[in-house]
């Protein structure tokens, strides 16, 4: 029998996801919460085993410690802002346990494998990269001085053991649904533009595009793009029916899921008989035909990075699309009748204040159904993090988040302040959704949808909240001669030119937040892809 092993994304601040298929693990003002999927493939591989997905279904940290009493091995995913305190849990899970082995996983280990180790002495090892069979090897007992791709210390020392080739065949991992169906609670999980209740799992890994911001291609999953098989895929749709009749869509979590035509319009082929409504990310790249073929399969709405209406911002941050490309891309989809959730970010290399001021009219003129504005944030490991760190445009390296798991903002540039990037998002989020037409959408989903009417009511609550507190706030600051907007954007442009990089992922953060002048930071979302 293998170790007993519990697979943790564990505790944090309230409403924050910061798990293993969250790509920028942040605190959510309207709570929404995605599918720990990577910990589910090894879970799924070893018998008697446990998932456990405390956030969503409020485990506190007490309970969660209690629970390693009856466990062997820990494999607890980590991310950079949660890592001081799942430091902290790990070694009173020591203390409780003292044989309990365990390892912690993740993009922030992969980045900083020596440092991880040496600041959580409870940590036996760390898996960089994609960690499914290393930890699986383990808790079967092969030697760690055997395993690819950890490292441990041993004698004071930092072992790297050499890197472990990426999964190529998706096929010989586990359905990750009969994990959730055995230990996850689907009504736990909720993410406003998606219908409730949901489910997400991938179809491929990795993927191609060279986006500098962004942080799962470079630190998790890679840049080479593996595939399931479209049979295979199928299946486990047709498993998500017979577990879940009533469940309101799939979401296909992949970093691109459409990148390759060929594939996409075959999975389709194999999807459309199953009769099931699903969602995805997608490029703004994929042509008419593609995406035609999505829709006939069910396909009904689609995370879309388009991050700029600025082309040379697009070009510096390598995004591998055009402006005009987008323009036609979001026309496909209105003609098609599939739904639309836009990403955009704030403070990307080139971002000026009137760079700022086009990509919300960009915005505006596409019109899709939601979006999400995040400002750019650097991580360790990442391009941005890099290029912000040797121009000096790093103001916060010690500190990524409050108390309340809300990421401070760490980067500025000559002539676009911090403050003037966080207030553009505050504008950005009010000139898109209290026009006319934003409004009539909003109020004609609730008027025919009771179960969204009630959930559109309560997330509304949140966003109106959390305004009038921006509005406060930005009023403090403006009363204190700390930042005018208005003087801003009248004496003309700023900002630094050149190329960088930040990063995230399916729009998980709606709405941004504002803490008291004297500590202003940001919360961003991730974008999409």
């Known amino acids: 029998m293998p170790l007993k092993t519990l ?109 991880t180790l040496r600041d959580c002495a409870a ?63 689907v009504r736990k999980y909720n993410v406003p533009f998606l219908l409730y209740p949901y489910l997400s799992f991938y179809t491929t890994r990795g993927c191609p595009a060279q986006c500098t911001f962004c942080l799962w291609p470079q630190l998790l999953s890679g840049h080479p793009w593996r595939k ?29 899921f459409n990148i390759q035509k060929a594939r996409t319009v075959e999975l389709c082929s194999k999807l459309k008989p199953l009769n099931m409504t699903w969602s995805c990310t997608s490029r703004v790249t994929t042509d008419y035909e593609t995406l035609k073929a999505q829709k006939e399969a069910g396909c ?55 760079t700022i001021e086009q990509t919300i009219k960009f915005a505006k003129e596409l019109d899709v159904e939601t979006i999400q504005v995040s400002l750019a944030h650097a991580y360790p490991g990442t391009e941005l993090f890099e290029f912000a760190k040797e121009n000096g445009f790093i103001v916060n390296s010690t500190q990524m988040v409050d108390e309340g798991g809300h990421q401070l903002a760490q980067i500025e540039y000559p002539g676009l302040s ?41 997330e509304a609550k949140s966003f109106m909240k959390l305004r009038a507190a921006r509005m406060k706030i930005v009023k403090a600051s403006r009363k204190a001669g700390a930042f005018n907007p208005v003087a801003a954007k009248a004496n003309g442009n700023g900002g630094s030119n050149g190329a960088g990089k930040a990063k995230g ?9 504002l803490q008291p002048a004297e500590s202003p930071q940001e919360t961003q979302g991730v974008s999409g892809d």
């Open 7 to 115: 697979f943790l994304n564990p505790p944090s601040f309230e409403n924050f996801d910061g798990g293993a298929s969250s790509r920028w693990p942040a605190t959510r003002e309207i709570e929404s919460y995605w599918y720990p999927v990577w910990l589910a493939y090894p879970a799924g591989m070893l018998e008697g085993s446990k998932l456990l997905d405390a956030p969503p279904h409020h485990v506190s940290a007490a309970e969660t410690i209690k629970m390693t009493k009856d466990f062997d091995f820990l494999v607890l995913f980590t991310s950079t802002p949660g890592f001081k305190g799942d430091c902290a849990m790990a070694e009173r899970m020591k203390q409780e346990n003292p044989s309990l082995k365990i390892a912690f996983v993740g993009p922030h280990v992969t980045t900083l494998p020596e440092k």
């Open 300 to 354: 009904r709405l689609l995370i879309v990075g388009y991050e700029s209406g600025n082309a040379q911002i697009l070009k510096n941050i390598k995004k591998g699309a055009t402006v005009e490309r987008a323009r036609d891309f979001t026309r496909d989809t209105k003609k098609l009748g599939l739904t639309v959730h836009g990403d955009f970010i704030i403070g990307l290399p080139g971002e000026t204040r009137e």
């Open 418 to 458: 911090r403050e003037e990037a966080l207030d553009a998002v505050h504008r950005f989020y009010d000139e898109y959704y209290f026009r006319p037409k934003a409004v009539f959408r909003i109020v004609r989903k609730a008027f025919f949808n009771n179960v969204e009417r009630k959930r559109l009511y309560k």
């Open 505 to 513: 992922h399916g729009a998980m953060n709606p709405l941004p937040i």
């Open 228 to 256: 399931r098989s479209s049979d295979r895929v199928a299946r486990e749709m047709a498993k998500v029916k017979e577990y879940w009749p009533d469940l309101g869509e799939v979401f296909f979590d992949d970093d691109t």
């Open 123 to 185: 940590i036996d090892f760390i898996v960089r990269r994609e960690f499914d069979f290393a930890t699986v090897e383990f808790a079967n007992g092969k030697p760690l001085a055997d395993i690819a791709g950890i490292s441990y210390l041993k004698d004071g020392k930092c072992i790297h053991n050499p890197d472990r080739p990426s999964v190529e065949d998706l096929d010989s991992l586990p359905d990750v649904v009969d994990v959730y169906k055995r230990d996850l609670d």
